[in-house]
């Protein structure tokens, strides 16, 4: 940091950031919103067997994330630095294997030959490229800034470009990939493979713009000492603040995505109304965007643990409400889904630099850094709440009695279970997650604070 030589933190890195995350969600998103749908309605799997498959591949996350924690941690820095030549390698890679999932030229096949080819293709993506990009880039943000409040702000950053991605994938992809048929709105296989096509170059050009206009500053030794898997394990259980941000990340995610899911089945099958699912997909970003604008000084002020505290009760109120209003109107459940995600806009602005905070704190508590081995962690429990919420809305879904092809009406009933669905799922995921965070999480902003002295002081030899 003291080099003279190397430019100075500026906008420069903040939107490199930000479009990092935007490449990630690029295919992130389309697997969560648009994959089970895929499934479900053009290749004729059931909801509940897409939900399980996802949820098993998460137990190969449990190998892969680790791994590539350790690759990152142990390779050797290079004049770009330790975490950015990890886009550049694994980019092409994760994009092809995204587009490669949505195979509408196989919804002919058999049902054994369909079920195995979603299985290995999500594997590829997921489990093997997506990990070997997403935490160098993640742990990057260490490198990038020592300072606490510039990690925030690339935490924020981070948020806004996968909101853009979400505008992407949540307001145009909708009213590009349904078509009329009848009363029905019917998901069109060819197209949705097109717009998997349209996302993966998108996903590779934003991780060009991030290596090319991020700096790694701070600079982070390859770690040299032998694995070591039962301390490991053993810091799991007894780092507290990692516990924490473990159980309210797969939460968070579970709210999240859970949501995002049944959006895809409460606006075609309840209301009838896919232009009103792409309206509410650009109103729910619109909180992220206003809130990034001073969501800096509210953690300065008030800290990340009591904000994320805040914004879980805020959700949770909204969405019952909504549950016991049960409206008929899709354009009054649009605006009242874009207050309750006023409550997730806050989680996710602040989450990234919550990871760093971990960081953090696990250096003061033990005195060692690893950034890539810590992130791995988050990463996987983050996948897990990918993965819960695919097998929580798919069994959900089968539970009411939902009929996968997307050419079949389905009956009131099922449509009056997608809605109560649609609001009490992530009501009562923001009263847990508030809880979780209040009881689980230890890092207030007192802590935190005393843990940038600490560091500071040892940063500067003292």
Same mark, same amino acid.
């Given at each position: 940091?003291?080099?003279?030589?190397?430019?100075?933190f500026?906008?420069?890195?903040?939107?490199?950031?930000?479009?990092?995350?935007?490449?990630?969600?690029?295919?992130?998103?389309?697997?969560?919103?648009?994959?089970?749908?895929?499934?479900?309605d053009?290749?004729?799997?059931?909801? =509940? /067997?897409? !939900?399980?498959?996802?949820? &098993?591949a998460?137990?190969?996350d449990?190998?892969?994330? @680790?791994?590539?924690g *350790?690759?990152?941690?142990?390779?050797?820095?290079?004049?770009?630095?330790?975490?950015?030549?990890?886009?550049?390698?694994?980019?092409?890679?994760?994009?092809?294997?995204s587009?490669?999932?949505?195979?509408?030229?196989?919804?002919?096949?058999g049902?054994?030959?369909?079920?195995?080819?979603?299985?290995?293709?999500?594997?590829?993506?997921?489990?093997?490229?997506?990990?070997?990009?997403?935490?160098?880039?993640?742990?990057?943000?260490?490198a990038?800034?020592?300072?606490?409040?510039?990690?925030a702000?690339?935490?924020?950053?981070?948020?806004?470009?996968g =909101? /853009?991605? !979400?505008?992407?994938i949540? &307001?145009?992809l909708?009213?590009?990939?349904?078509?009329? @048929?009848?009363d029905? *709105?019917?998901?069109?296989?060819?197209?949705?493979?097109?717009?998997?096509g349209v996302?993966?170059?998108?996903?590779?050009?934003?991780?060009?713009?991030?290596?090319?206009?991020?700096?790694?500053?701070?600079k982070?030794?390859?770690?040299?000492?032998?694995?070591?898997?039962g301390?490991?394990?053993?810091?799991l259980?007894?780092?507290?603040?990692?516990?924490?941000?473990?159980?309210?990340?797969?939460?968070?995610l579970?709210?999240?995505?859970?949501?995002?899911?049944?959006?895809?089945?409460v606006?075609p099958?309840?209301?009838?109304?896919?232009?009103?699912?792409?309206?509410? !997909?650009?109103?729910?970003?619109?909180?992220?965007?206003?809130l990034?604008?001073?969501i800096?000084?509210?953690?300065?002020?008030?800290g990340?643990?009591?904000?994320?505290?805040?914004?879980?009760?805020w959700?949770?109120?909204?969405?019952?409400?909504?549950?016991?209003?049960?409206?008929?109107?899709?354009?009054?459940?649009?605006?009242m889904?874009?207050?309750?995600?006023?409550?997730?806009?806050?989680?996710?602005?602040?989450?990234?630099?919550?990871?760093?905070?971990?960081?953090?704190d696990?250096e003061?508590?033990?005195?060692?850094?690893?950034?890539g081995?810590i992130?791995?962690?988050?990463?996987?429990a983050?996948?897990?709440?990918?993965?819960?919420?695919?097998?929580?809305?798919?069994?959900?879904?089968?539970?009411?009695?939902?009929?996968?092809?997307?050419?079949?009406?389905?009956?009131?009933?099922?449509?009056?279970?997608?809605?109560?669905?649609?609001?009490l799922?992530?009501?009562?995921?923001?009263?847990?997650?508030?809880?979780?965070?209040?009881?689980?999480?230890?890092?207030?902003?007192?802590?935190?604070?005393?843990?940038?002295?600490?560091?500071?002081?040892k940063r500067?030899?003292k």
């Amino acid at each position: 940091m003291s080099n003279k030589n190397v430019k100075p933190f500026g906008a420069k890195d903040k939107f490199g950031y930000m479009f990092g995350d935007f490449g990630n969600d690029f295919t992130f998103i389309l697997a969560s919103m648009i994959m089970m749908k895929f499934y479900t309605d053009v290749m004729g799997v059931s909801a =509940a /067997l897409v !939900g399980t498959l996802m949820m &098993v591949a998460r137990f190969v996350d449990a190998f892969t994330d @680790v791994t590539m924690g *350790q690759i990152v941690d142990r390779s050797k820095p290079t004049a770009a630095g330790k975490f950015k030549p990890w886009l550049l390698r694994i980019c092409g890679p994760v994009a092809v294997a995204s587009f490669l999932i949505y195979g509408s030229w196989f919804a002919n096949m058999g049902m054994t030959f369909k079920i195995a080819y979603m299985f290995i293709t999500y594997i590829l993506w997921g489990s093997v490229f997506y990990t070997a990009v997403n935490i160098p880039y993640g742990s990057m943000a260490s490198a990038i800034s020592a300072d606490p409040e510039e990690r925030a702000s690339l935490s924020t950053f981070r948020t806004m470009g996968g =909101a /853009l991605a !979400g505008l992407c994938i949540g &307001v145009i992809l909708p009213l590009l990939i349904y078509d009329k @048929v009848g009363d029905v *709105q019917v998901m069109n296989g060819t197209k949705v493979t097109v717009a998997a096509g349209v996302c993966s170059v998108g996903a590779i050009l934003c991780y060009i713009l991030c290596y090319n206009m991020c700096t790694e500053r701070v600079k982070l030794e390859a770690k040299t000492e032998k694995f070591d898997l039962g301390a490991l394990l053993k810091g799991l259980v007894t780092n507290k603040a990692l516990i924490g941000i473990v159980l309210s990340s797969i939460c968070m995610l579970l709210v999240q995505l859970t949501a995002s899911t049944l959006q895809g089945y409460v606006y075609p099958d309840y209301f009838g109304n896919v232009a009103a699912q792409s309206v509410a !997909g650009l109103a729910a970003m619109i909180p992220t965007f206003l809130l990034a604008a001073f969501i800096g000084k509210l953690q300065a002020k008030f800290g990340r643990k009591e904000l994320s505290i805040a914004g879980g009760i805020w959700g949770a109120i909204i969405f019952i409400v909504m549950y016991f209003m049960h409206t008929t109107n899709a354009w009054v459940f649009a605006g009242m889904y874009t207050l309750g995600y006023c409550g997730l806009s806050i989680g996710q602005l602040i989450c990234w630099a919550m990871i760093t905070d971990v960081i953090d704190d696990t250096e003061v508590q033990t005195g060692s850094r690893s950034d890539g081995e810590i992130y791995s962690i988050y990463s996987f429990a983050r996948k897990m709440g990918q993965a819960a919420s695919s097998g929580v809305a798919g069994a959900l879904l089968t539970a009411i009695g939902y009929v996968s092809g997307s050419a079949v009406g389905q009956t009131e009933a099922v449509k009056e279970g997608i809605y109560t669905l649609s609001c009490l799922v992530p009501g009562i995921g923001f009263l847990v997650l508030a809880a979780i965070t209040f009881f689980f999480y230890p890092l207030s902003k007192k802590r935190v604070d005393e843990n940038v002295k600490v560091l500071a002081a040892k940063r500067a030899g003292k």
